[in-house]
């Protein structure tokens, strides 16, 4: 079994805050993270997807007053939202009572809505830990020579530790069905599943390309408005991400549109029918999966308030990654799939536009040598390992 770095980064937040959110899309592994936790502090864990968990939370207030000493887990949140008001009232009674931390462990899968519902009532009582898939960092030594794995399979731990690659790949299907059939009516209006998985193929098929909804109801016969909000929703999930332009204060016609992705590798490839490397090494989808794969990877190690978004202007000056991160210091990183990065003359006008304070070519190799006196080509699993100094 795979040790979560995110495990210590839960712990600490419990001794800061009286709440904290622990927010993943499903079969992340967050229950398995919080029954960890509860075998280390006295905790009760509440599945309020099972009947008999909510039933003891019909009086929720006196429930859990009754257990104010002990962390209480509420898992699948939004399936009692209401419950947040009175979240609130504990909190406050419990601190001038001197209970000011670990009180609740709050686990969601969906972004926008448990942000939306606690944003409201827990201001300035809880604290929110975004929980990825797993990382190359997390994966164990062997992935710093050869990510193939982790890019193939994905990071859902059941697909990455699955016995074979047919095992992993029918997980992701099943992943996939699920999320279509069953999650997705929990959290917005009645969408048809055909329609959104046609949309959500497509979206892997175009993997990091500019968002062009017009396009693409064009070819589900149904309105741009209505796939934005499509988009939207899967966005909301956490199963897409809408990577944004660099805003720059430079004299250059800026591309405007999100670039999007779909953000686990593994998903993307069930989605497009590809079981294993032999399947993906011959799709067009090679390098734009690898890119995906290596942003993702980035962004779930960068430290807090990261802003994170892609640069290129209308002449074609270009940079994958751009990473504006605390102390404003800013890094330009260029993603290829190869083991012999060549750079482009986009990317050096790019670097001339922005003046980053370090750029980097990460690729599929294990060597790092420097390619210009300013650029410096690198492994993923050693920027990584930069980003976490």
Do not use: C
Not at 18 to 30: D, E, M, T
Not at 238 to 255: D, E, G, M, Y
Not at 323 to 348: D, N, Q, R, Y
């Amino acid at each position: 079994m795979i040790k979560r770095n995110i495990y210590q980064t839960v712990i600490q937040a419990l001794k800061r805050q009286a709440a904290v959110a622990l927010i993943g899309p499903r079969q992340v592994g967050k229950t398995t993270l919080a029954l960890d936790i509860a075998e280390e502090i006295d905790a009760i864990y509440l599945d309020l997807e099972a009947m008999a968990d909510r039933e003891k939370l019909s009086n929720p207030g006196l429930f859990l007053i009754y257990n104010e000493d002990k962390l209480v887990i509420l898992d699948e949140i939004h399936r009692m939202p209401e419950i947040f008001q009175t979240l609130r009232g504990l909190i406050d009674q419990g601190r001038r009572k001197g209970l000011k931390s670990g009180r609740f462990l709050i686990l969601g899968s969906a972004s926008i809505d448990l942000l939306r519902q606690s944003g409201e009532t827990l201001a300035g009582r809880i604290e929110y830990i975004n929980m990825e898939p797993l990382n190359l960092l997390e994966t164990g030594s062997t992935s710093r020579t050869d990510p193939t794995k982790l890019w193939v399979r994905g990071g859902f731990p059941d697909s990455y530790l699955a016995d074979s690659d047919e095992g992993s790949y029918a997980y992701r299907r099943n992943f996939v069905r699920t999320y279509l059939e069953r999650d997705v009516p929990q959290f917005g209006p009645r969408i048809p599943a055909e329609t959104l998985e046609r949309l959500w193929i497509m979206l892997a098929h175009s993997q990091g390309q500019q968002l062009n909804a017009s396009k693409l109801a064009s070819n589900l016969s149904t309105s741009a408005p209505t796939i934005s909000h499509y988009v939207d929703l899967l966005a909301d999930l956490l199963l897409v991400r809408r990577l944004q332009p660099f805003h720059a204060n430079v004299k250059k016609r800026l591309v405007k549109a999100p670039r999007v992705y779909v953000r686990d590798s593994g998903i993307t490839h069930a989605l497009l029918g590809l079981a294993d490397y032999n399947q993906l090494s011959g799709h067009p989808v090679f390098g734009a999966s690898w890119e995906g794969f290596v942003i993702e990877n980035l962004l779930s190690v960068a430290p807090p308030q990261t802003k994170a978004s892609f640069y290129r202007t209308s002449a074609g000056a270009e940079i994958d990654l751009i990473l504006e991160l605390p102390g404003s210091k800013i890094w330009a990183i260029e993603i290829k799939s190869g083991l012999t990065p060549k750079l482009v003359k986009g990317f050096h006008n790019a670097l001339e536009d922005i003046q980053p304070d370090r750029n980097f070519v990460v690729y599929s190799g294990k060597d790092r040598y420097p390619v210009t006196e300013k650029t410096e080509v690198i492994g993923l699993y050693e920027l990584m390992e930069e980003l976490v100094k």
